[in-house]
């Protein structure tokens, strides 16, 4: 099951993200909730058996330029719990979200990281149509240019974008 987040889940989100040492918390999905009220996000929230098993969020103005530029809502901080993966959780997940953003825009953006822990990420995304924007990786707000040393960290990501519908 899948459905828009509401206050309830707030701690419940963090909790289940802590018991597995992930430290995600509760205020990231209170200001996430205000920023749904204020229809600047959405939050989606997947149920295994009535527990939590992830979620993922759509931003409809994002801070990554191209797609700010371009009206591309962008999928953001998208998570599933260990014990859930590999049971079709992100698939329902991205379905819901591509299907939410298409009515907004024909294009969608997601980032994933770079590193070895986003592997399964990288291969869902391409498996589901993403194909990379064409403007490099990116990190800290800027493109690294030829030669620069830079940190491999969360914060270094390619971003990707997927018609949604025809435009």
């Known amino acids: 099951m899948v459905r828009e987040m509401d206050e309830g889940d707030c701690k419940v989100i963090a909790n289940a993200f802590a018991a597995q040492g992930w430290n995600k918390p509760v205020t990231r999905y209170l200001n996430y909730l205000q920023e749904s009220a204020d229809g600047k ?47 079709g959780m992100g698939t329902v997940l991205l379905d819901e979200a591509e299907k939410r953003s298409a009515v907004r825009s024909p294009i969608v953006g997601i980032g994933v990281g770079l590193q070895a822990d986003y592997g399964a990420a990288q291969i869902l995304y391409v498996k589901r149509g993403y194909v990379p924007d064409g403007c490099g990786i990116f990190y800290h707000g800027q493109y690294p240019k030829y030669g620069e040393q830079i940190c491999i960290d969360d914060d270094l990501a390619l971003y990707l974008t997927k018609q949604v519908r025809q435009g």
């Open 41 to 87: 996000r959405v939050v989606l929230v997947a149920e295994w058996d009535g527990q939590f098993a992830g979620y993922v969020t759509i931003v409809w103005i994002s801070d990554y330029a191209p797609f700010y530029t371009a009206g591309v809502p962008e999928i953001a901080d998208f998570n599933v719990l260990l014990k859930y993966r590999r049971l």
